[in-house]
């Protein structure tokens, strides 16, 4: 018998002041068994940082050949697809064929760096893409924060985040990898 997703209930509240974006959004999340709450907070915060008319959350861990998050126009063209952990380069090259943007949110400490060594090459290629990495104790922050109702609040200036719940507040900023060329 297969296990079944858990759901999440998540009030996001965003000011991100640097891209002039305020908005309330009320989402509900599958976290796949195999998935963390680490992980699944990660997915959050990308949410949050990328928000936009569009954004939705993909199938998941158990599909395939779909991303974490993405973001179509009106006719259902790929705008921007977000990966989220240490994706597989070429899974990565391949989304980037077929959106507009990609973005990879890294986290998971000194294995990022180990990742990003040896992924670096190929995707540095890759005009359409944006790699940013959350620090270890901030990924490790949003994790414990993980509830099966939440109230949470971020805001984004001059690339500082600060995230909030009822008992917590994280204070980090994402650490560049690749910027995007175009």
Not at 138 to 144: C, K, V, Y
Request: with cysteine; hydrophobic share 40%; aromatic share 4%.
């Amino acid at each position: 018998m297969a296990l079944k997703a858990t759901i999440f209930r998540v009030e996001l509240s965003i000011a991100n002041i640097d891209r002039g974006y305020y908005a309330d959004h009320s989402l509900t999340i599958a976290r796949h068994p195999s998935e963390t709450d680490e992980r699944m907070m990660v997915r959050v915060l990308a949410f949050a940082l990328h928000a936009a008319d569009g954004l939705e959350f993909g199938r998941g861990l158990s599909s395939e050949d779909e991303p974490d998050l993405v973001q179509r126009d009106l006719t259902g063209a790929i705008e921007r697809w977000i990966e989220v952990g240490l994706p597989d380069e070429r899974e990565v090259r391949k989304a980037c064929g077929r959106a507009r943007e990609v973005d990879v949110l890294a986290y998971g400490g000194r294995a990022v760096a180990l990742w990003w060594e040896n992924v670096r090459k190929p995707l540095e290629r890759q005009d359409h893409l944006a790699v940013s990495e959350v620090p270890a104790g901030a990924s490790l922050a949003l994790g414990e924060m993980a509830d099966r109702s939440m109230s949470i609040q971020v805001t984004i200036q001059h690339d500082h985040i600060s995230i909030t719940n009822q008992k917590t507040s994280i204070e980090t900023e994402l650490q560049v990898l690749k910027r995007r060329e175009s």
